[in-house]
């Protein structure tokens, strides 16, 4: 684990994505945190010790999910399929595809199993939440909050829109995983990479942590909390003049999507985003960046790491 100072920061940015906003000024605790996303073989570690099972191994039971179609009461995960062309963007159907048979082990299908690939040091993916928080407990740690994850992404560089500076490749070096080219279909692949990399392959930050940008979405213990929450939270405090100490996310009510009233999943944030994370769809490959996943779903793109007090 790396030791994370701890300070104030501002959190959030004003340029991109309005749940990003307001910027804020908070300040963090010092904390440890995982050098490294947890790996593949970490989580086999984990897996042998426990006897766990992840919540892509289990078959999803019909009433909680009304107006499931039949055949689709089968354990899986969500996988990545690379289009042959442009698709409409607002359709994220058009490249993801629930995979029967999809979990931690088997990263694109059954027909991939992590005993035939050298994935091993490359981060675990198709963890929901619970699954991450099951690895942390037994591991003795915890999941890092939003604001620590943000703090500790920044590595002490102040109003920088990427962890390591403004340039998103300065001098035509690759800082992150990250799609370069357009999505979902033209991937030019000048990181070398078209999914996951092994953890380290990137420069470290200024405090010694890697991949706190790109290669998986990381999840937080915070709820969701859309941008009118935060701006409550801070007229709530004593004014913009003060800094808000290690500050929480949202609640689970106010978690759920409204744009899909019947569905009663919360929502988590998710920081750091992914190798999936490109110009002209999703520049979320920054420190202030973050997105709602719901606490059931994994994704071939989603990971985690812990973090232990101070």
Known sequence: MTWVPGGAFTMGSDRF?????????????????????VTNRQFAAFVEATGYTTIAQIAPDPKNYPGML??????????????????????PSNWW???FGADWRHPAGPEEDLDNLDLWDHPVVHVAYADALAYSHW???RLPTEAEFEFAARGGLVSKEYAWGDELAPDGSMMANYWQGLFPF??????GWEGTSPVGTYPANS???VDMIGNTWEWTSDW???????IKVIKKSKGSCCTLSNPRGGTLKNSFDSSQPGVRIGRKVLKGGS?????????RYRPAARHPEMIDTSTSHIGFRCVVEG
């Open 17 to 37: 994505y309005p749940e990003e906003a307001p910027l804020r000024r908070v300040s963090v605790d010092a904390f440890w945190i995982d050098t490294t996303p």
């Open 70 to 91: 039949p055949g689709m009461d089968q354990a899986g995960s969500l996988v990545f399929r690379k289009t042959s062309g442009p698709v409409d963007l607002a359709d």
């Open 97 to 99: 595809h629930f995979e």
């Open 139 to 141: 591991a003795g740690k």
């Open 186 to 191: 033209a991937n030019q692949m000048l990181d």
């Open 207 to 209: 405090y010694g942590i």
């Open 224 to 230: 969701w909390s859309d941008r009118r929450t935060v």
């Open 275 to 283: 190798h999936l994370c490109a110009a002209n769809f999703c520049q």
